[in-house]
T-cell receptor, first 115, second 112 residues
């Protein structure tokens, strides 16, 4: 059984388009995250949600909008895609809000390429 | 600035040898975690060490934490080709507001 799943795995699109990435976890966790990993493998948090409530909103352009319809799902919508948005986006979940206290479970990633 | 920085950036060893990776950080932490990332995959949690712990073991993994030097090390003993991956430390800083900050990672290659 997949613990944290993301769709799609690959996403190739043109500048200016709008796209969404979906994430689901079946671990019963309360907290979910979106991370962005750049070409140098640097991983940076974008958002975190706890029980559908936005907790962390890093300095991310307004073009990125997360949505959590329930605590098992966290989607990421990106408007007006730019070349610099090309990266691998990871969804993750953890048991509770205190990030360092619990391990995080990562999805397989979505490789976004903007041309 | 980044909270965690790994050293070395890349490490190549032969199967059976030990691999040591280091992580330094800048501010006081609650906990530190190590993760592994195989090529093209998500990160997998390896071990968590709390700020009041000095050493922790899990199978072939040994993690140390020196809060006075703001550093941690991950030792993998008797390495295998399957250990080839990137290894990241992640810190939960006291002032982080419930977020993990990841370092840049060490790329470990274990040659058969």
């Amino acid at each position: 059984d997949t613990a944290v799943s993301q769709t799609p795995k690959y996403l190739v699109t043109q500048m200016g388009n709008d796209k969404s990435i979906k994430c689901e976890q079946n671990l019963g966790h309360d907290t979910m995250y979106w991370y962005k990993q750049d070409s140098k493998k640097f991983l940076k948090i974008m958002f975190s949600y706890n029980n559908k409530e936005l907790i962390i909103n890093e300095t991310v352009p307004n073009r990125f909008s997360p949505k959590s319809p329930d605590k098992a799902h966290l989607n990421l919508h990106i408007n007006s895609l730019e070349l610099g948005d090309s990266a691998v986006y990871f969804c993750a979940s953890s048991q509770d809000l205190v990030a360092g206290l619990y391990e995080q479970y990562f999805g397989p990633g979505t490789r976004l390429t903007v041309t | 600035s980044q909270q965690g920085e790994e050293d070395p950036q890349a490490l190549s060893i032969q199967e059976g040898e030990n691999a040591t990776m280091n992580c330094s950080y800048k501010t006081s932490i609650n906990n530190l975690q190590w993760y592994r990332q195989n090529s093209g995959r998500g990160l997998v949690h390896l071990i968590l060490i709390r700020s009041n712990e000095r050493e922790k073991h899990s199978g072939r993994l040994r993690v140390t934490l020196d809060t006075s030097k703001k550093s941690s090390s991950l030792l993998i003993t008797a390495s295998r080709a399957a250990d080839t991956a990137s290894y990241f430390c992640a810190t939960d800083a006291v002032t982080s507001g419930s977020r993990l900050t990841f370092g840049e990672g060490t790329q470990l290659t274990v040659n058969p």
